[in-house]
């Protein structure tokens, strides 16, 4: 079992910065891809960003290309998401998520993909 909990959110203006962490516990993650999504109230659980457990290959949706940035400390079983040039329309909670099966070549990860979740932490860019 896989504990995940996220920090970092918060408000801030637009154009400004977060950088959200991710700590996992209970086993470490070093062998599985991971990722971050988001939510807003109505909508369903969208991606965000993923990277390999190797670290070397990453994946970010369309919205956030240039604008955020994806991380991860194997030996500190933790994973972080930069987040700069920050826009009104990305504010949501955003949740970090571990790939059940380890090893995986891919550096995606799809929502239903995703074996656990952290309870989310909350973002939120005012204009």
């Known amino acids: 079992q896989v504990r995940l909990v996220e920090s970092g959110g918060g408000l801030v203006q637009a154009g400004g910065s977060l950088r959200l962490s991710c700590a996992a516990s209970?086993?470490?993650?070093?062998?599985?891809?991971m990722g971050w999504f988001r939510q807003t109230p109505g909508k369903e659980r969208e991606f965000v960003a993923s990277?390999?457990?190797?670290?070397?290959?990453?994946h970010y949706a369309d919205s956030v290309k240039g604008r955020f940035s994806i991380s991860r400390d194997n030996a500190g079983n933790m994973l972080y998401l930069q987040m700069n040039s920050l826009e009104v329309e990305d504010t949501a909670v955003y949740y970090c998520g571990v790939d059940p099966i380890p090893w995986n070549s891919d550096e995606s990860l799809a929502a239903d993909g995703v074996g656990y979740w952290g309870q989310g932490t909350q973002v939120t860019v005012s204009s």
């Open positions: 209970g086993r470490s993650i070093s062998s599985h891809t």
């Open positions: 990277i390999m457990w190797t670290g070397g290959g990453t």
